[in-house]
């Protein structure tokens, strides 16, 4: 028998093993969905310290003289939740190559959206109070345009998406791009309903 | 592991969840306050118990046989960490490879914490998991065997099916420290690589000093 011992010799960095790490994409979306549980877990930390423990009030909520306008919001949910639909209709299409329906789905996915986020300002301005006027308007603004800000971004990411679409970009073999952008928006989505119950109805 | 939301399509199923679960809480307390607290208890106990008993269903392991290895050669792939160069090792192996022309192939695994692990800090648990094995081939080069090594994943199962697609055994020898001193043992890693390779496994327990 012949000796040859041999530790496969390597110079440089060690040889890449990706099945000794954990997958990018899956570390960047648990990342992410920490940091954002850890951010939205901030706002409702203050939204319920302030409801729970802080009796100036009298014990009512929202505070005498304030009005949440659940009725508007409650059809700008329907609104966003639609939007779900038209996204997910969108990603159906073009895993089936249809090409058409890809772009009919994300433009009406952005005009939800842009309806969505027009009708929430238009809602602060008709709202009468400030984000000044007691702790109550300062987390009520402070959640719901947390929840604005994340629309807004999803927003442009639709908007990309959308003139990549139009620009032929995506096919059944290639469309990561709507994959992500569609996991986005309906984060997006889920986090409102949480705001909308907690907020407007509760 | 696996990521519960890999898809636009799970995304959206969690969206229409979402939409269920808080539409049952709502109109529970438009009931009665105490009924909404009811509804959310209950459904997010039934959530978590169905997310256990999920994974506790996962999909049993693909039994696997690799190609047998050339005819007039005896493969063997020895799994080992810390033991790696232990005398009840070596003394198995050179009872395995007496009178045949046999190949061995070590992998170390590269062990490495937790949070390294996540973190995808593994190059000095790939450093000391070489030096093991250079040492270890050292020893074996001492008695007269042949082996080759290279440094394997940090999950010794995962390891094995690493070598399996380049080395085709013909059997697989795991060495661990002894009972009650083995993370090895305690995970079940030599029933785990039973049941999931299609190979004569050896169990070689190794008491270092």
New interface residues.
């Given amino acids: 028998?012949?000796?040859?011992?041999?530790?496969?010799e390597h110079h440089g960095?060690?040889p890449i093993?990706y099945?000794?790490?954990?997958s990018p994409?899956?570390?960047g979306?648990?990342l992410f969905i920490a940091s954002e549980i850890m951010l939205f877990g901030s706002f409702f930390t203050v939204y319920f310290f302030d409801r729970v423990v802080n009796h100036s009030f009298g014990g009512h909520w929202p505070p005498p003289g304030f009005h949440r306008p659940a009725y508007v919001a409650g059809v700008n949910t329907l609104i966003l939740?639609t939007s779900?639909f038209t996204?997910?209709w969108a990603?159906?299409s073009i895993k089936k190559g249809n090409r058409a329906g890809l772009q009919a789905g994300l433009v009406l996915t952005l005009l939800l959206g842009l309806t969505f986020l027009l009708t929430q300002v238009i809602e602060y301005h008709r709202l009468g109070f400030n984000t000044g006027d007691t702790s109550f308007a300062s987390t009520f603004f402070g959640l719901t345009g947390l929840h604005g800000a994340h629309v807004f971004v999803g927003l442009s990411i639709l908007a990309v998406m959308t003139v990549r679409a139009f620009r032929g970009h995506f096919s059944p073999e290639q469309h990561h791009g709507?994959?992500i952008g569609?996991?986005y928006w309906?984060?997006v989505?889920?986090m409102w309903?949480?705001v909308y119950?907690t907020v407007y109805?509760? | 592991m696996r990521n519960p939301v890999r898809s636009e399509a799970d995304a959206f199923r969690f969206v229409l969840l979402t939409v269920g679960y808080f539409a049952l809480i709502v109109i529970g307390s438009v009931i009665d306050v105490w009924v909404g607290l009811a509804v959310f208890v209950a459904l997010t106990v039934g959530a978590v118990w169905w997310v256990l008993a999920r994974r506790g269903r996962s999909a049993p392991p693909v039994r696997q046989a690799p190609a047998p290895s050339p005819p007039d050669e005896h493969r063997i792939l020895v799994v080992a960490n810390e033991t790696v160069g232990g005398a009840e090792l070596l003394e198995t192996l050179r009872g395995r490879v007496a009178g045949r022309n046999a190949r061995v192939l070590v992998v170390c695994p590269a062990l490495n914490s937790p949070l390294r692990h996540w973190a995808s800090d593994e190059d000095d648990a790939r450093d000391a998991a070489q030096a093991r094995l250079d040492a270890s081939l050292a020893a074996m080069r001492s008695v007269g065997l042949t082996a080759e090594g290279e440094v394997g994943d940090g999950d010794p199962i995962q390891a094995i099916e690493d070598a399996l697609r380049t080395f085709r055994p013909d059997e697989l020898v795991v060495s661990t420290h002894p009972p009650g001193r083995s993370h090895w043992l305690e995970r079940g890693v030599v029933e785990k690589a039973r049941e999931r390779f299609a190979l004569p496994v050896t169990h070689v327990t190794v008491e270092l000093p």
């Fill in positions: 028998m012949s000796a040859v011992a041999d530790s496969h960095p060690p093993h099945s000794s790490r954990v994409s899956v570390l979306m648990f939740v779900s996204m997910h990603d159906s709507v994959e569609g996991i309906h984060f989505d889920v309903i949480v119950v109805l509760l």
